[in-house]
């Protein structure tokens, strides 16, 4: 069956009234699709403006470098992230065996200065440093320890005070109080670096602890104050550089103090070996020459020149071991006293022949 195509009417003239409309033209019928030549319409271009870089919206203008105040996680995050990476830098053991060096190296030589010994004297080895260090660090940790418990328990008290009462007056005069105390701190520890003798605010220890709890205690203020009004004091940028200052100047602060401590730890040992040394064994020194200027309690004995060991000719007992170190034997008289006694340092090789003789 096929269907009758009527051509179309005229382009010119009006059909008669009696005929119908003529219909519209058909579409013409698609063409044969070439799969080898296909074009595609061409994909609009939206112009973006790319972000600049340190923020997240692309703002330009001193507002798109300076962080809101609203604390996006970005610049919350980065003080912590670039802590850890330093902490992840150093390392735990290197930082713990630098302590134990740095302070065996301080405890040991306070110990042998109190005895007129230098330490470079002696040739301890680095090992031997760590091993005196061990003796030492336990004291500065545990009072770390035990300062940092009365001041988490004042931060917990401060913290539920202004989860109770947030916007009180009170808070405001509490965060003054605090600040103040921190101020006064700051200057004390101004007034023992600059003004004071060296050797008093060494001895004494509260220079160095008020340098590295002053700026802490104002900083402490500042945070109490802008978290009673529930707004903070300082932009975050401002906020981050404060941090690591007041960090930078505990840092500072503690080691200085743990130094003092270290030393005084030191002379305090130096101290006990004075008064433990009756107890220790006798050294018998036999040597070639005399001993000049032998300190009181040691007996010069002669000895016969013939025997077995011809060249020892004289004998003295009565000394203690202080120290065996670098091929060399640092003796002392049992009833050593500062100021009066001396050390005495002799070679440890073929040139000497000792015993010991235990005390009861």
């Known amino acids: 069956m096929t269907s009758e195509i009527r051509p179309p009417p005229p382009t010119s003239g009006r059909p008669g009234a009696g005929e119908p409309p003529a219909p519209a033209p058909s579409a013409p019928a698609p063409a044969a699709r070439d799969d080898s030549a296909t074009v595609q319409a061409p994909t609009p271009v939206t112009h973006t403006r790319a972000p600049v870089p340190g923020t997240s919206d692309g703002r330009d203008g001193p507002d798109a470098r300076e962080p809101s ?15 850890r990476q330093l902490a992840e830098a150093v390392g735990p053991t290197t930082l713990v065996t630098a302590l134990l060096v740095y302070f065996g190296y301080l405890a040991t030589r ?80 101004m007034i023992g670096i600059f003004l004071e003798d060296p050797s008093t605010s060494v001895v004494i220890g509260t220079t160095p602890l008020a340098l590295a709890s002053g700026p802490a205690t104002v900083a402490y203020g500042l945070y109490v104050h802008g978290r009673n009004r529930d707004r903070p004091l300082m932009s975050p940028r401002l906020a981050r550089y404060g941090v690591v200052s007041v960090l930078g100047l505990a840092a500072a602060g503690l080691l200085w103090a743990l130094t003092t401590i270290a030393w005084a730890y030191g002379i305090g040992r130096g101290e006990q070996d004075a008064h433990e040394l009756p107890r220790r064994a006798e050294v ?19 000895l016969t020149t013939t025997g077995k060991d011809p060249g020892f000719a004289h004998r003295y007992r009565g000394f203690r071991l202080l120290l065996a170190s670098g091929g060399r034997l640092f003796l002392v008289n049992p009833a050593w006293k500062l100021g009066r006694d001396q050390t005495i340092v002799v070679p440890y090789d073929g040139s000497i022949r000792i015993q010991l003789i235990s005390q009861p």
Request: hydrophobic share 45%; with cysteine.
């Open 69 to 83: 105040d609203s604390g996006t996680p970005g610049a919350q995050e980065t003080l912590p992230a670039r802590i």
């Open 110 to 189: 306070g110990r042998f200065d109190y005895f007129g010994v230098s330490l470079e004297l002696t040739g301890l080895s680095n090992q031997n440093l760590l091993l005196y260090g061990l003796e030492v660090v336990h004291v500065p940790a545990a009072l770390l320890c035990l300062g940092a418990l009365p001041v988490i328990g004042v931060h917990a008290a401060v913290s539920a005070r202004l989860a109770r009462h947030p916007g009180d007056v009170t808070n405001t005069f509490l965060a003054a109080g605090i600040a103040l105390v921190g101020v006064l701190l700051t200057g004390r520890a």
């Open 284 to 302: 018998v020194l036999d040597v070639k020459e005399p001993l000049r200027d032998v300190p009181p309690g040691i007996t010069h004995i002669p």
